[in-house]
């Protein structure tokens, strides 16, 4: 099935594309998507993403079909759903 | 709110547009008039919220903001202005909404909010509008916003992409359930545009507006997200932690 990602700010830019579709197979969680997500997009993503471990960096906030996800939820996507990968802005 | 001031006559003249407003009317202008709000800082976000809620007739501003006026200032920080640059910003600042609104009480602080300075100036105020461009000054204000029961308005803006919630001690998590960590890929300076910040900076005076009057539906408990190079916009629903250390049960 095929998921769509946003991505948005600064994680946007590391990615280089506002959206992308992956193909995942059925049974597919978010934790497992976010790190294909970030294998991907190897050097320029994985460093905000996953800095130190394979834990997603807390600074960094998920949404599946524009719900709040934490990363320690399970979830299993579904093919409807569109994953929002946020970055925090503070711009003043 | 103490000591209930009416509108004057002149108050009632400027404030006829919006006091036709449904739902909002006489009562909701003489709420505005007896109301206090920190706008921290005054620059891309926080002039555009300083003055528009100058022109709706807030009672009083307390706006904070160090430094002086430079040069780069001027593509956004739309209370500061040629003649100024070298001086204070919040002279600038004050300046400029007294020019449109004269009614207006101003407590103009030289300073940027941080851990030590955060309490009393939260103090003065019934509502905080969050401008600041490092986190550090928003964790700031968050927890006082969480202590001092007081509604907190989220804004920021990168690019051309901003974010906007309304957090309200009790009825919503705070701005450390939602990021929790201080991100460390943010840079002080950043790419923008003045009309970007005015959008954002806008819709963050509505939402004060809207607290502080009663009227419509606050963005609570969703964060309005919005890209203006494609012109999307997305509201998100968001979570509050329980284990948050400033507004969940184990708080410090």
Redesign the interface.
Known sequence: MKIIVEF???V??AAGV?KEEFEVSEGTSLQELLKEVAEQHGPSLKP?LF?DSDEL???I?L?VS???V?WDEPLTLESHHVV?I??????? | MSGFVPLTDEERAVYEWQIWVPEFGEAGQEKLKNASVLVSRCGGLGSVVAYELAAAGIGKLVIAHAGNVKPSDLNRQLLMTHDWLGKPRVESAERRLKELNPRLEIVAIPENICEENAQPIVEQVDLIVDCAPLFPERYAMNRQSVLQNKPLIECAMYDLEAQVTTLIPGQTGCLSCLFPNDPPAWKREFPVFGAVSGTVGCMAAMEAIKVLSGIGEPLTNQLLMFDLREMTFHRNTIQRRMGCPVCGENKC
């Open positions: 948005t700010a600064q946007k830019k506002s905000i800095p960096h807390p600074s906030l949404f524009s719900k709040q934490m929002t946020l970055s925090p802005i503070s711009g003043g």
